[in-house]
C-alpha cells in the first residue's frame, strides 16, 4: 500500500468518528429535550384532568379511563 493511500484512510478514520462524536451529540441532545417535553406535557395534563374532570377521591389515572370510555 502506498503512503498516500496510508495517509487518506487515517484521514477517512478521522472524519467517520468526529461525524459520529457530532451525531451522537445531536441525537442525545435531541432526545433529552423531547423527553423533557413530554414530561412537561403529561404533568400539564394530568393537572387539567385533575382540576377540571376528576370527580371527588377520583384519581387522575382513574379519570383519564373513565374519560377515555375503557372499561378495564
Known amino acids: 500500500m502506498s503512503k498516500l493511500t496510508q495517509v487518506n484512510e487515517k484521514i ?5 468518528e468526529g461525524y459520529k462524536k457530532i451525531e451522537n451529540g445531536v441525537v442525545g441532545g435531541y432526545k433529552k429535550i423531547e423527553n423533557g417535553v413530554v414530561e412537561g406535557f403529561e404533568k400539564v395534563t394530568d393537572k387539567c384532568v385533575e382540576k377540571l374532570f376528576a370527580k371527588d377521591g377520583e384519581t387522575v389515572e382513574e379519570a383519564k379511563k373513565r374519560l377515555s370510555g375503557d372499561k378495564k
Not at 12 to 16: E, M
Open 12 to 16: 477517512a478514520k478521522g472524519v467517520v
